[in-house]
């Protein structure tokens, strides 16, 4: 349990309270016994007086600390409005989409649903755009974001970060015409991406990863850009070269998209895999450190006790939330 930096000084005033009180109300004592106690008790007020009143505005302000700390909790506000405000993608199946009637459904998902019920609320979901999700400044908006979000060190720097809840590897797609042998050949190529994703940032040569490597240098291909990987793999699916030549994106979106019948396929093998994490805003209005604590032992709990491989046997059909050595 944690007690409060000011506990010990209450304690201290309140026994000081009660010196006082006793010796103002001490009753009537036998000549000769415990004329010394009284005695004592009678020279130690003054000074058990003058230190509780020296101490009480000591008292005060680290009580006015404390409050204007919890007040200022994010995990403490969360847990008060029995709410965890989620900002994630509409249109990433099957990580996170919506259905017809409106429904959020996927693995990011339920992820945030599980995550939300381990600290005692519910998750509510906002439809908010990606890059203004990593660009921080989220200014109380939203809580959390539960969208796949690879740690990198430059949103670290706007962004917190829990424990990653899994790990996924990007591919490349194309059309299922395209005649390209492998990643070299995309040379010279129109390669659809999300805005502001780490596939971006590959294809310019200015990725950086945490904990993992480029495994395959990028091609020397222009990048296009879309709000969504997915629309990026709509437009690949109308013919090869018609929009676009290829799509780089997460493996298991370019797979639900062949399973989901577009004609497309996977070209080469993963050239990184990228660790992914629930991501925090470092400067809300309030600190958000303590709910990204408490996430963190939210996913190692859900991790241990097969919560994450069934999620992700579900919506993958493959355990991707361990690391692969």
Not at 61 to 81: H, P, Q, W
Request: hydrophobic share 45%.
């Amino acid at each position: 349990m944690h007690r409060h930096p000011w506990t010990g000084l209450l304690a201290m005033l309140l026994l000081a309270a009660s010196l006082l009180a006793a010796c103002g109300s001490a009753a009537p004592v036998a000549p000769g016994v415990g004329t010394a106690v009284v005695g004592t008790a009678q020279a130690v007020a003054p000074t058990v007086a003058a230190a509780a009143t020296e101490l009480a505005p000591t008292v005060a302000a680290a009580a006015d600390t404390a409050v204007a700390a919890v007040g200022n909790d994010l995990l403490v506000d969360v847990k008060t409005r029995g709410k965890l405000l989620v900002a994630t993608d509409p249109n990433y199946a099957p990580q996170s989409f919506r259905t017809p009637d409106e429904a959020w459904e996927g693995f990011d998902i339920e992820v945030a649903r599980e995550v939300a019920k381990r600290l005692g609320v519910e998750a509510e979901f906002l439809d908010i755009s990606w890059d203004v999700i990593t660009a921080g400044s989220w200014n109380g908006r939203w809580d959390i974001n539960i969208g796949s979000m690879t740690v990198t060190p430059g949103r670290k720097e706007v962004l917190y970060f829990t424990t990653p809840y899994y790990y996924t590897p990007a591919a490349f797609a194309v059309h299922a015409d395209s005649a390209a042998a492998d990643i070299a050949g995309l040379a010279g190529k129109k390669v659809g991406v999300g805005t502001a994703t780490t596939y971006f940032d590959y294809l310019n040569n200015s990725l950086t990863l945490e904990d993992e490597k480029i495994l395959i240098p990028a091609p020397a291909a222009t990048a296009q850009v879309y709000d969504t990987d997915v629309l990026a793999l709509q437009d690949l699916a109308l013919g090869d070269g018609t929009r676009l030549d290829a799509v780089l994106t997460a493996l298991p979106t370019i797979e639900n998209a062949i399973k989901n019948g577009e004609p497309i396929k996977v070209l080469g093998g993963p050239v990184y895999y990228e660790a992914l994490a629930v991501a925090l805003d470092k400067t809300g209005p309030k600190s958000s450190e303590s709910l990204a604590a408490a996430i963190s032992l939210a996913i190692e709990a859900m991790r241990a006790d097969g919560t994450l491989t069934r999620l992700s046997m579900q919506f993958y059909g493959v355990d991707i939330a361990t690391k692969q050595p």
